[in-house]
């Protein structure tokens, strides 16, 4: 009887000695199990769809996983359609949000059943450039001609952007603020409809994203004035035969003092998911913003790649919150 | 000239043994979705789209583009056959689709369906390879204004030519507006009509309702009368087929005219869904068996289906040149263009002309592969309908129910495909018309929001319908077509009257 009890003590402990090893690689490593679901919060197409679909590019491509990624489109409500979806995914790391600053911003402005703090933040892999865009045949030659122009007119010029109350409204709400000005703000389905509708002239300008231009500038319809930055961006290739992204000036100065203001691509885990996972999907992340398809979309879409995780993150959603609320409030547009 | 060597060229890199059999199997994958409800076109294209990943961007655009050309095909397959629409775009191929189905005259109906389908497809195609300079200029000349008195024009044409009772109409049509608002509203920016519940965000899916009122109604009402199918025409008979194709150049006018209408609303872009209502409804007003419309004429299969494909194929032209999605699965593969690395432009036409050109060219081989294929599928499907009932029914039933749920992959739209179901029974019951409530949903969203972005611009006058020589002649006539139906009215009663003194002296 002693001696049983003895063994089975033994057993025990030699069990949990053989298992200790493993238990402490479980603890501190997860991985994932089953397919991994990347939850798009934008319609198939929009900037957040190319983000994950090439993150899933560069995963599938380097190996990055051991299970295989199915990307899912939920972009109706601005997105609130897909962060609904993963905050009733409590615990569930084989779902990953792809974001841009909606998740913190669309629950200040429309009433949705999520709040920013339900998700588990990975981090930011990229932040995405504002330009001033007109019509290529425009007078105004830089932002101080616009701004006197903006002034003069009556009916105020046209700004267009895509939905409203997210970034391009905001922006502009910024550039009315900051330069004293006033534009009628027409939304459209995205930065693409705007962009046509600027190169047919139906709208005075807009405030696109490089890459939802690139194509117009390179044709000859519409043309960068300034960009949203606190030094020019980096010294890259052409673009025209004359120009590249580099060539163009910060708005800050030409008279719009808006120093800067771009949107970060972020990625979320549902609620209630481990360190040990959070871990495991900053380091594929990581990883992801170190392969050459990467470095090749940011490249092609002139984003800044910077890859913000942890508490800098957290810093950054903090602040972000604290001036968009103040905009927000001024505008008229918080809920609560 | 410059063109005919580029798409020469164009033929050129699509030729190859490895693009062909790229083409078939994009044609057979899209017609398996096409036929499905729910699972459309735009779910084929995504589905496919990680597989491009790996590919160059000519062979990933040729089987992106071939799938959707068969699920166009697949789509009229089923509305034909069980009145199920597999496409929003098929809607109104059911009206007379079906009838001639049931008249035991299916093999007739899809020869026809396929025939007219690969005319339009073509005749767009054509179409982009003369004029792809001219057409991009002319879609940029499209503001919100345009936009809305494009879509006014649609629904005017189809509403004004509509035979269920007037009444009826109206309070079909203010249900699918009403049910189009549902969701976040693209202006304001407001949820609407959700009542805080989660599952309301998304809005109704056109797609769920399509499923409901038109596949799980007809079944409900399948279930009540008994089943009607003539099985004469359900045997195998490929000389049907043959002497079908024979007649198909007599309604010439019919498939000329579609094609017009559906290139053109590809272009600007109004849609295919747009575009086949429209072309149906003036086909309606201007043929001669006007009247014998909705009963099973061959019109009236023929000008929706040239109009669904000429505007599917010529919507390719602005998403290449302008970036600009022409429907739900252009948007989708303007999303894998950016992937592939190429930036939608004018530039795009003189930078990676193997590319734009190379594609063009498979547009015409991958239609003239689709209709071979589903062609050689007719007598195959014609004889679905000779399964009895107690089998296919269940099946249906059960695709229908699948194909809600591929949507969203959300139980609430099962309950809503069921509910519309039921709705869809008492609609058909009470006489109340279902195609203007589709209409309306599908394009009473988007043309509102072009509303309400030209009232923006215009600071709230509605003058801004008739600012410019364009958007002025499209209103008008819009107006025009409304009030057709009332001046020929007025006019018969005026000639009754002239023609009544003499009578009475």
């Known amino acids: 009887m002693q001696r049983n009890t003895f063994v089975r003590a033994a057993l025990a402990a030699g069990a949990i000695a053989a298992l200790a090893p493993g238990y402490a690689q479980a603890q501190g490593e997860w991985r994932p199990t089953r397919?991994?679901?990347?939850?798009?919060?934008?319609?198939?197409?929009?900037?957040?769809?190319?983000?994950?679909?090439?993150?899933?590019?560069?995963?599938?491509?380097?190996?990055?996983?051991p299970v295989s990624v199915i990307v899912t489109n939920k972009g109706a409500g601005a997105g609130a359609e897909g962060f609904v979806y993963a905050r009733s995914a409590q615990g569930d790391a084989h779902k990953v949000v792809f974001a841009t600053n909606n998740t913190w911003l669309l629950p200040l402005v429309s009433r949705v059943a999520f709040k920013a703090d339900d998700f588990t933040p990975i981090g930011a892999l990229a932040f995405?450039?504002?330009?001033?865009?007109?019509?290529?045949?425009?007078?105004?030659?830089?932002?101080?001609?616009?701004?006197?122009?903006?002034?003069?007119?009556?009916?105020?010029?046209?700004?267009?952007?895509?939905?409203?109350?997210?970034?391009?409204?905001?922006?502009?709400?910024?550039?009315?603020?900051?330069?004293?000005?006033?534009?009628?703000?027409?939304?459209?389905?995205?930065?693409?409809?705007?962009?046509?509708?600027?190169?047919?002239?139906?709208?005075?300008?807009?405030?696109?994203?490089?890459?939802?231009s690139i194509g117009g500038w390179r044709g000859g319809q519409v043309r960068p004035v300034c960009v949203f930055r606190r030094e020019p961006m980096a010294r890259g290739n052409l673009v025209t035969t004359t120009q590249g992204w580099h060539d163009i000036p910060t708005c800050a100065s030409q008279g719009i003092p808006i120093e800067e203001f771009n949107m970060p691509r972020t990625t979320f885990l549902p609620p209630g998911t481990t360190a040990a996972q959070q871990a495991f999907w900053v380091g594929v992340m990581r990883r992801v913003t170190e392969t050459p398809e990467w470095q090749e979309y940011i490249t092609r879409t002139s984003q800044s790649t910077r890859f913000l995780t942890g508490e800098a993150f957290a810093d950054h959603i903090r602040k972000d919150i604290t001036a968009s609320r103040d905009i927000f409030e001024a505008e008229g547009w918080l809920i609560n | 000239m410059a063109n005919f060597d580029a798409l020469m060229h164009g033929f050129a890199v699509a030729l190859t043994v490895h693009h062909v059999t790229l083409m078939v199997l994009g044609v057979l994958l899209g017609i398996l979705v096409g036929v499905l409800p729910g699972l459309g076109a735009p779910n084929g294209v995504t589905l496919l789209l990680p597989i491009t990943f790996s590919m160059d961007p000519v062979s990933a655009i040729i089987l992106l583009t071939s799938t959707y050309w068969g699920a166009l095909f697949g789509g009229s397959t089923t509305s034909i056959l069980f009145n199920i629409p597999g496409e929003p775009s098929s809607v109104a191929t059911t009206f007379d689709g079906y009838p001639m189905a049931r008249d035991g005259r299916a093999t007739e109906a899809l020869t026809f369906a396929f025939m007219s389908a690969g005319f339009g497809a073509l005749l767009g195609v054509v179409v982009i390879t003369l004029l792809s300079g001219f057409v991009t200029g002319f879609a940029l000349r499209f503001g919100p204004a345009e936009y809305f008195s494009v879509y006014l024009l649609a629904f005017c044409s189809f509403i004004a030519f509509g035979s269920g009772p007037p009444l009826k109409t109206i309070v079909s049509i203010a249900l699918g507006f009403s049910f189009a608002t549902v969701g976040m509203d693209s202006v304001s920016g407001a949820m609407r009509l959700t009542f805080d519940f989660n599952d309301m965000i998304r809005g109704i899916s056109f797609l769920v309702v399509v499923i409901g009122l038109f596949g799980i109604g007809e079944m409900l009402l399948t279930l009540e009368e008994g089943v009607s199918f003539k099985s004469a025409d359900a045997r195998i008979r490929p000389r049907a087929v043959l002497s079908a194709i024979a007649r198909l150049p007599r309604y010439w006018v019919t498939m000329l005219r579609g094609s017009a209408v559906g290139i053109w609303m590809g272009i600007t872009p109004g849609g295919p869904t747009a575009a086949s209502f429209m072309s149906y409804g003036l086909a309606k007003r201007m043929s001669k068996r006007g009247a014998h419309f909705g009963k099973g004429e061959p019109e009236g299969v023929i000008a929706p289906e040239t109009a669904d494909h000429a505007a599917g194929t010529a919507a390719m032209l602005p998403m290449l040149a302008l970036g600009i999605p022409g429907s739900a699965t252009a948007a989708v593969m303007l999303g894998g263009l950016m992937i592939w690395g190429l930036n939608p432009g004018p530039m795009l036409f003189i930078e990676r002309a193997d590319f734009v050109w190379g594609m063009i060219a498979s547009m015409y081989l991958g239609n003239v592969i689709g209709v071979i294929l589903v062609l050689a599928t007719v007598p195959l499907f014609a004889a679905m309908l000779s399964i009895p009932f107690t089998i296919i029914g269940p099946v249906i039933v059960t695709v229908c129910i699948v194909g809600a749920w591929t949507v969203a992959g959300a139980p609430f739209d099962l309950w809503l495909a069921v509910v519309f179901g039921l709705a869809g029974w008492a609609m058909k019951k009470l006489d109340y018309p279902i195609a203007p409530l589709i209409l309306a949903m599908v394009i009473g969203d988007r043309a509102e929001d072009a509303f309400r972005q030209s009232m923006i611009m215009s600071h709230g006058s509605i003058t801004v319908l008739w600012s410019k020589p364009l958007v002025g002649t499209i209103s008008t006539l819009a107006l025009v077509l409304l009030a057709s139906p009332f001046i020929a009215a007025l006019r018969r009663s005026l000639r009754a009257r002239e023609q009544l003194p003499p009578a009475q002296e």
């Open chain 1, 35 to 65: 397919n991994v679901e990347f939850v798009v919060t934008s319609g198939a197409g929009g900037g957040t769809d190319v983000f994950a679909r090439t993150v899933q590019a560069a995963i599938t491509k380097h190996n990055l996983l």
């Open chain 1, 128 to 212: 995405d450039e504002f330009m001033l865009w007109v019509k290529y045949d425009s007078p105004h030659k830089t932002a101080a001609d616009f701004l006197a122009a903006a002034r003069a007119a009556n009916p105020p010029l046209r700004m267009g952007g895509s939905q409203p109350k997210d970034t391009d409204q905001t922006l502009t709400s910024l550039i009315q603020r900051a330069a004293n000005v006033r534009f009628t703000y027409v939304p459209f389905r995205g930065g693409g409809e705007a962009g046509v509708q600027l190169a047919g002239g139906h709208i005075d300008a807009n405030t696109n994203n490089p890459s939802e």
